[in-house]
């Protein structure tokens, strides 16, 4: 599946389930909402908090879905293409970034 097969299979279950998109500013109360998810699940499993019998059953991968099902929902409806978006995101990493991983001592 591209990112474009994944903005118009989201637009066309909103236009089948949703009825309509929320607004943009529910839905980026909402991506905010499932990153507090990731979060929860990265800094229990992964980071130094305990995790609760009921957190050990959640799929970190299905949270991730969620966030970006509401990021796709936001790009669909402010006219983002994600493709395009992503593209030019990572022609500028490559070209302002390109050696300064490289020449990080905190990374050697």
């Known amino acids: ?14 236009k089948l389930h949703g009825v309509r998109y929320f607004n ?10 499932e990153v507090g998810e990731v979060a929860r699940i990265m800094a229990r499993r992964y ?3 305990s ?3 009921s957190d050990k059953t959640k799929d970190l991968g299905e949270e991730m879905a969620d966030v970006l099902f509401v990021l796709i929902c936001l790009a669909n409806q402010t006219g983002i293409d994600l493709t ?11 070209t ?7 020449e990080n001592p905190k990374l050697k």
């Open 24 to 33: 943009e500013l529910t839905n980026t109360a909402l991506l905010t909402e």
């Open 1 to 14: 599946m591209t990112i474009q097969d994944a903005q118009h299979q989201v637009d066309q279950w909103i």
């Open 51 to 53: 995790e609760k019998e």
């Open 84 to 94: 395009h978006a992503f593209q030019k995101n990572m022609k500028k990493k490559s």
């Open 96 to 102: 302002r970034d390109k050696d300064r991983h490289h």
């Open 47 to 49: 980071g130094e908090q």
